[in-house]
């Protein structure tokens, strides 16, 4: 499966951006699906992830402001950003993950990155 975000950019303190994940090759609907960050000269980290059958989880640092969801129909993912904070500047990467359990923080569990797409948070 081929993964491709979009909806990055350069946004103010407390503004929104919702980025998505599309997907082309296999239907979605069979994959776990997860979005990770990495800060300028950090490691990529966990963000948000959604199973196949809807359950989700989240860093703590984004509870309460970021929102992943799926429109299997359309074969995509997105990840809502909602008041944003300079320290969420990075560059934020799609994942899939067709394993046959849930481990959503474990980059390794995903099999298929997207290429990822720049956020850039200004205050």
């Known amino acids: 499966v081929q993964l491709v975000e979009s909806g990055g950019g350069l946004v103010q303190a407390g503004g929104s951006l919702r980025l998505s994940c599309a997907a082309s090759?296999?239907?979605?609907?069979?994959?776990?699906m997860g979005w990770f960050q990495q800060a300028p000269g950090k490691e990529r980290e966990f963000v948000a992830a959604i199973s196949r059958y809807g359950g989700t989880f989240y860093a703590d640092s984004v509870k309460g402001r970021f929102t992943i969801s799926r429109d299997n129909a359309k074969n995509t993912a997105y990840l809502q950003m909602n008041s944003l904070k300079p320290e969420d500047t990075a560059i934020y990467y799609c994942?899939?993950?067709?394993?046959?359990?849930?481990?959503?923080?474990?980059?390794?569990?995903?099999?298929?990155w997207g290429q990822g797409t720049q956020v850039t948070v200004s205050s």
């Open positions: 090759g296999r239907t979605l609907s069979s994959y776990d």
């Open positions: 994942a899939a993950d067709s394993g046959a359990f849930w481990l959503p923080f474990s980059q390794r569990k995903y099999d298929y």
